[in-house]
């Protein structure tokens, strides 16, 4: 089992920033490809970010492409999401989620994702 436990969501004005963190614990954080997903109300989970188990490849959602940076720090165990230039139509439950995988596999469909934490509300005022 990975525990999973996403932090630093809030509330922020349009055009702000925040950096989303996601602690896990349990087994080996390295063995586990990461992603973010949100979820707004009324919308299906859709994928924001992915990165591999080393963390040097990554994958965004073109919608947050260019403003959003995954990263991860395998010693402290924790993803990160930092989200720039936010938008009102950024505001969601953001969840972090891992999945056991080869080193150099991204994933961006939910289903194939093993672990989920409980999520994090992101709200953006415009």
């Known amino acids: 089992q990975v525990q999973l436990v996403e932090s630093g969501g809030g509330l922020v004005q349009a055009g702000g920033s925040l950096r989303l963190s996601c602690a896990a614990s349990g087994r080996t954080f390295s063995n586990y490809g990461m992603g973010w997903f949100r979820q707004a109300p009324g919308k299906e989970r859709e994928f924001v970010a992915a990165?591999?188990?080393?963390?040097?490849?990554?994958n965004y959602a073109d919608s947050v492409k260019g403003r959003f940076t995954i990263s991860r720090d395998n010693v402290k165990n924790t993803v990160y999401l930092q989200m720039n230039s936010l938008k009102p139509e950024d505001a969601a439950v953001y969840y972090c989620?891992?999945?056991?995988?080869?080193?150099?596999?991204?994933?961006?469909?939910?289903?194939?994702?093993?672990?989920w934490g409980q999520g994090t509300q992101v709200t953006v005022s415009s």
């Open positions: 990165i591999t188990r080393s963390g040097s490849n990554t």
């Open positions: 989620a891992a999945y056991a995988s080869l080193a150099f596999i991204l994933r961006v469909d939910p289903g194939q994702y093993d672990y």
